[in-house]
């Protein structure tokens, strides 16, 4: 079972780039798709939105236009789909999709960004905790849960580039390490990639700016993690830096059946 995690900053934009060709080569299971920043009225104006390579779609939108939201394909209809964590204030922003594939549970997420100033900080931590308990209530159902998406946390120093530079910006905060450190070590959860791979110099986001991709000054902010209980699945988990059309770059999680 292949499955695919990438922040697309925009569905319309990355369809007038390489999307459509990507996406019928990797013929992966599920592909997960964060940002989308469109609305459901669009969405059905265009097939080649809806059902790529007639792929099952399933969508969480947020209501500011131009902002945020999910698309989950798959090959196979999902067993269930829920939109949203319950909570209005993040559900609104299109932030939490979960769909049921048999035993698995596959949930794509966007994690809010605590913004330069940190304004969103509280409001971060606080999706950080309602994510976690919800994702604790899955594994007390005996799911096996898979949760990839955008999280706009780089967990270690390694997970950046420059790391001395960067403590006080959203996405390197203690605060926000501090979440997903306790979340992976007491609740015992695995980020896929470091399975494998432990190395530096492997990031999922680069800025814009001229120059810094090719140099690979990045973040990695994009994650596979599963429960403890799931983990036996692993099988190989890689990055696609040379996928273009975003300033993130497509996450791969293959398991074993």
Not at 65 to 78: D, I, N, R, T, V
Not at 101 to 110: A, C, D, K, Q, R
Request: glycine share 6%.
């Amino acid at each position: 079972m292949k499955l695919i995690s990438w922040n697309v900053n925009g569905l319309r934009s990355v369809h007038r780039k390489n999307f459509r060709e990507w996406f019928e080569k990797e013929k992966a299971d599920v592909v997960c798709l964060q940002e989308i920043k469109i609305s459901e009225d669009a969405i059905k104006e265009d097939e080649t939105f809806y059902h790529p390579a007639r792929y099952s779609s399933a969508w969480a939108y947020a209501e500011k236009a131009g902002y945020s939201g999910l698309a989950l394909y798959s090959k196979k209809e999902p067993d269930d789909v829920r939109v949203g964590l319950g909570i209005p204030k993040f559900d609104k922003e299109g932030r939490w999709l979960e769909a049921d594939f048999g035993p698995i549970t596959v949930i794509n997420s966007y994690f809010p960004n605590s913004q330069r100033d940190h304004a969103r900080l509280p409001f971060k931590l606080e999706f950080c905790a309602a994510a976690e308990k919800r994702l604790q209530a899955l594994r007390k159902k005996g799911r096996e849960v898979i949760i990839c998406g955008d999280f706009n946390i780089a967990h270690k120093e390694i997970d950046l580039k420059n790391p001395k530079t960067n403590t006080k910006n959203a996405g390197f905060l203690p605060e926000e390490r501090a979440w997903l450190d306790q979340f992976l070590t007491k609740h015992e959860w695995v980020d896929s990639f470091r399975k494998f791979e432990k190395g530096p110099d492997h990031y999922t986001w680069w800025s814009y700016r001229p120059g810094v991709r090719e140099k690979n000054v990045g973040w990695r902010l994009d994650y596979f993690l599963v429960n403890k209980e799931a983990s036996d699945r692993l099988k190989a988990a890689a990055h696609c830096p040379d996928v273009m059309g975003s300033d993130h770059c497509p996450v791969r999680l293959t398991l074993k059946k």
